[in-house]
């Protein structure tokens, strides 16, 4: 139940906020669910088979693929957005976790668009 919890309060940080709060996600996820407690971050470790903080990041970059498939925004906007120092340290995990490119997203988002207009 407090996997879940913590599940729930990162995706809803990272999905559903126009842009990440300063604070870090220790303080966060102590804040809203009164936790601080080392064990429950080797329990989740255990259970979810990431850490917290790896689970945060593959969040942050789902949210980047998001961002680059569905929003018009730059590197620089997004990685403003979520809170990166800067882009190319979000480019740079985002290579390290997908394998490919921000670029390749947003090649898939031109040759989606291109493909709904000749259906038109």
Request: some cysteine.
């Amino acid at each position: 139940m407090v996997i879940d919890r913590i599940i729930n309060t990162v995706i809803e940080v990272v999905h559903y906020s126009e842009k990440l709060p300063k604070i870090s996600f220790t303080d966060i996820l102590s804040k809203q669910l009164s936790l601080s407690d080392e064990s429950v971050l080797k329990i989740f470790s255990d259970v979810k088979g990431v850490s917290i903080l790896q689970f945060i990041i593959l969040q942050k970059v789902e949210r980047v693929k998001e961002l680059l498939l569905y929003e018009k925004m730059s590197l620089a906007e997004i990685a403003d957005t979520l809170n990166y120092k800067n882009q190319h340290l979000m480019v740079a995990q985002f290579k390290k976790v997908t394998g490919l490119a921000p670029s390749y997203f947003s090649d898939l988002k031109v040759y989606r668009d291109k493909l709904s207009t000749e259906k038109c």
